[in-house]
T-cell receptor, first 118, second 110 residues
Framework: SAVISQKPSRDICQRGTSLTIQCQVD?????MFWYRQQPGQSLTLIAT?????????ESGFVIDKFPISRPNLTFSTLTVSNMSPEDSSIYLC???????????????FGPGTRLLVL | QQPVQSPQAVILREGEDAVINCSSS?????VHWYRQKHGEAPVFLMI?????EQKGHDKISASFNEKKQQSSLYLTASQLSYSGTYFC???????????FGTGTRLTIIP
């Protein structure tokens, strides 16, 4: 597995502002992912962030609203732009690593960023 | 398409067994199981890759049916620490992203 950290852990923001969330991992990884999880709900993939290429966004998510940077193999940022109360959610990053007794690749998650937009 | 999990929620007493199902409308490359406790990140439990596969560790095991469209997670002699929401994450052929199921909330009471 890996140690994955996110900053900030939580924030309260005013509508119309933007917040940048950082994700740092303690080893080099090729694939990083950003998810949104609304309270009591499942995880929804926002985008896949690969180093050296543009992020790939899922249906319903656009770059202007959720710009992503991936400057190297251990770090990524997700910005939530022009926020509205509907953006209140938990945002999680994950990385793909080999793990488990058979070293099969799976995703390991950061602790999440709890965002409340007023 | 999001896989469907059943049941949505279950309450058990310590020592009882639980089965959580994850169903897809199409054949999958793999299924990944996670447990998420309230306020925490999802934690990886296990992956299944092969049709007909069964695997597990300690008192938590899982199966993947021959058609690779359904997986089940088995929790035997449940402990208080097993409480949380369980998610399956499914991976399609040729696509490394996971699509997470609807979730099953498991509550273990003394």
């Amino acid at each position: 597995s890996a140690v994955i950290s996110q900053k900030p852990s939580r924030d309260i923001c005013q509508r119309g502002t933007s917040l940048t969330i950082q994700c740092q991992v303690d080893s080099q990884v090729t694939m990083m992912f950003w998810y949104r999880q609304q309270p009591g709900q499942s995880l929804t993939l926002i985008a896949t962030a690969n180093q050296g290429s543009e992020a790939t966004y899922e249906s319903g998510f656009v770059i202007d609203k959720f710009p992503i940077s991936r400057p190297n193999l251990t770090f990524s940022t997700l910005t939530v732009s022009n926020m509205s109360p509907e953006d209140s959610s938990i945002y999680l990053c994950s990385v793909e690593l080999a793990g488990g007794p058979e070293y099969q690749e799976t995703q390991y998650f950061g602790p999440g960023t709890r965002l409340l937009v007023l | 398409q999001q896989p469907v999990q059943s049941p949505q929620a279950v309450i058990l007493r310590e020592g009882e067994d639980a089965v959580i199902n994850c169903s897809s409308s199409k054949a999958l490359y793999s299924v990944h199981w996670y447990r998420q406790k309230h306020g925490e990140a999802p934690v990886f439990l296990m992956i299944l890759l092969k049709g007909g596969e069964q695997k597990g560790h300690d008192k938590i095991s899982a199966s993947f049916n021959e058609k690779k469209q359904q997986s089940s997670l088995y929790l035997t002699a449940s402990q208080l620490s097993y409480s949380g929401t369980y998610f399956c994450g499914t991976e399609d052929f040729g696509n490394e992203k996971l699509t997470f199921g609807t979730g099953t909330r498991l509550t273990i009471i003394p």
